[in-house]
């Protein structure tokens, strides 16, 4: 009866540790908590953004990872590329910003 006891305790606890290693991230993977994470990020973005008076009717998609924001699509002036980059900077969480937005 022990053995079979500590034989389940081992094999849990291996099944514990594989599925820890399972959602840890690497350098081009997320782990589950980041993706979480991202996730909150690029809504929270997408809310400022779009919350923005002069850029709610441009068209910017918003793509997180690990914290870095990527900001692509087209505005119609300079000043929108600043301004969502810079709004994009104010939201929590983001740790930088990546500019791929192009002119009309």
Same mark, same amino acid.
């Given at each position: 009866?022990?053995?079979?006891?500590?034989?389940?305790?081992?094999?849990?606890?291996?099944?514990?540790?594989?599925? #820890?290693?399972?959602?840890?991230?690497? !350098?081009? !993977? /997320?782990?589950?908590?980041?993706?979480?994470?991202?996730?909150?990020?690029?809504?929270?973005?997408?809310?400022?953004?779009?919350? /923005?008076?002069?850029?709610?009717? #441009?068209?910017?998609?918003? /793509?997180?990872?690990?914290?870095?924001? !990527?900001?692509?699509?087209?505005?119609?002036?300079? #000043?929108?590329?600043?301004?969502?980059?810079?709004?994009?900077?104010?939201?929590?969480?983001?740790?930088?910003?990546?500019?791929?937005?192009?002119?009309?």
């Amino acid at each position: 009866m022990k053995h079979l006891i500590r034989f389940f305790s081992a094999f849990f606890l291996t099944l514990v540790l594989v599925a #820890a290693v399972g959602c840890a991230s690497t !350098q081009t !993977q /997320e782990g589950t908590g980041e993706y979480v994470d991202d996730s909150v990020i690029t809504s929270k973005v997408k809310t400022a953004i779009f919350s /923005e008076p002069s850029l709610s009717s #441009a068209e910017i998609n918003v /793509e997180t990872f690990k914290g870095v924001v !990527q900001l692509s699509g087209f505005v119609n002036s300079r #000043a929108d590329i600043n301004k969502a980059v810079a709004v994009a900077r104010g939201v929590g969480g983001v740790k930088s910003v990546k500019n791929d937005m192009r002119l009309k």
